[in-house]
C-alpha cells in the first residue's frame, strides 16, 4: 500500500520503539518522514534504518522553546506536515510516597507541556486534512501502583485529543490518540527500577494481558497509521486502544 504517497509525517521520538516502527511503516507507504529525538548516534541510526530520505532532526520535546525551534526548522525547509505522530515520551515509575517533584516536571515537560506547544507550533505548517495521532496509554485508565503521574500524564494527552480536535477541525485537521498497553521497547529499561523488580513487573504484566505476551511495535505502528489515513477522516477526538485485552477483559 502506499497511502501516505506525496506525504510528510513528523513522528517525535522517532529512534527507537514504537516510533521508530510507525516512521518506518510510514516510509514504507511513501511518505517522506521526520524524526526527533534526543540521542543524536540514536538519530543517525534510525535513519538509515528508514532509508526513503529520513531527515532526523535533534530535538527535546520536553522544551517549549525547542518545540518553536523544531517549527521554525520545517518551515526553513518548506516543508509542510500531513501527519503528525506525538509519540515522544518518558516513563518514570515510583511509589506515590516517593515522587519526587523533578519526576513530576520531567514527566509533564515531555508528555504534555512540550507536545502541547509543539501541536500549537507547527498548526501553521499542518496540510488540511492533516492527522495528528498521540500515544497514550492504558495507564490512563488503570490504576497501576507506582505509576501514579505517568497515568495522570496520558490522560492529559486524551483529554487535548478532544479539545484540540475541536480547535483545528475548522482547519481540516484531527487529533486522536493511540494507546498502547505493554510493547515490547527499550522503554522498560528506562524506568528507574532495578533489575530483580523490573524482571517481577514484567512478569505480572505479562500474566495481566489476555492474549498472553507483550505486544510489538509494528502492532502499534499499524494502528497509527489507519488514524493517520484518510481512511479514518471520520474518527475525531478518539482514542483506539491496543492492547492485547488487557484493559477491557
Ligand atoms: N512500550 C510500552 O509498553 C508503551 C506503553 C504505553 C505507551 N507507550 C508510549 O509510547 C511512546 C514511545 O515509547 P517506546 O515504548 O517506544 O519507548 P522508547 O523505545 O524508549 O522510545 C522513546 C522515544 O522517545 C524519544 N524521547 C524520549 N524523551 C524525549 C524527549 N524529551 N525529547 C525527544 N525525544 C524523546 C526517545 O529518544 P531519546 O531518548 O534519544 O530522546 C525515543 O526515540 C511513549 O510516549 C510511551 O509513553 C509505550
Known sequence: MTRFANQTVL????SSG??????KAYANEGARVVITGRDEQALARAQADIGHGAIALRNDAGSVEEAQRLATALQDRDIQLDAIFINAGVAKFAPFADVPESLWDDTFNANVKGPYFQIQALTPLLRAGAAIVINGSINAHTGMPNSSVYAASKAALISLAKTLSAELLPR???????SPGPITTPLYGKLGLDSATLEATAAAIQGQIPVGRFGTPEELASTV????????????GSEIIVDGGMSNL
Open 11 to 14: 513522528v517525535t521520538g522517532g
Open 18 to 23: 514504537i516510533g521508530l516502527a510507525a516512521a
Open 172 to 178: 481540516g485537521a484531527r487529533v486522536n490518540v493511540v
Open 225 to 236: 497509521l489507519h488514524l493517520s489515513a484518510k481512511e479514518s477522516a471520520f474518527i475525531v
